[in-house]
């Protein structure tokens, strides 16, 4: 058995309360509404993207923020794929937390800041513990030991 699958497998011994889910749920819908508000606002986040000195790629990067926001989101609310999408919004955040305290001096940034160190720690905590009890990978692990024997 490999490092990865040690690591795995010790992760899925790990069990979350069943009120964590509730948590992950409204994780998932605030990180699908985000999404779909800079789909909204695309002009803006590729002005926030562009803003941050020496990223060139901007129009990929905010493509990258809000499709991954859009799919993530709803993913996390479901339990699917957990911990996949949880990795792939880490860096959007820890971005965001950084954009956020290097403009921490207006008043509105006060409340993003907060926020964003908010889901930032939330999706770490996620990471750790993947999609919980009433989950799509709960199912799907389920189904995987059924199947085995």
């Known amino acids: 058995m490999n490092a990865v699958q040690r690591i795995d497998l010790w992760l899925d011994t790990v069990k979350a309360p069943s009120w964590m889910d509730v948590i992950r749920l409204a994780l998932g819908i605030f990180i699908f509404y985000k999404g779909f508000i800079f789909t909204q606002n695309f002009q803006a986040l590729t002005e926030n993207v562009a803003s941050m000195d020496g990223l060139f790629l901007t129009i990929p990067i905010a493509h990258y923020i809000s499709i991954t926001h859009l799919v993530g989101g709803c993913l996390i609310a479901m339990g699917a794929y957990t911990r996949a999408m949880c990795l ?46 009433f989950s799509l990978d709960e199912l799907r692990r389920r189904d995987l030991q059924r199947k085995k024997g």
């Open 88 to 133: 792939l919004n880490l860096p959007i955040l820890i971005g965001a937390v950084i954009f956020n305290a290097g403009h921490f001096l207006t008043v509105e940034n006060h409340l993003e800041l907060a926020m964003a160190i908010i889901v930032l720690a939330l999706l770490a905590l996620f990471f750790i513990y993947g999609g919980g009890r």
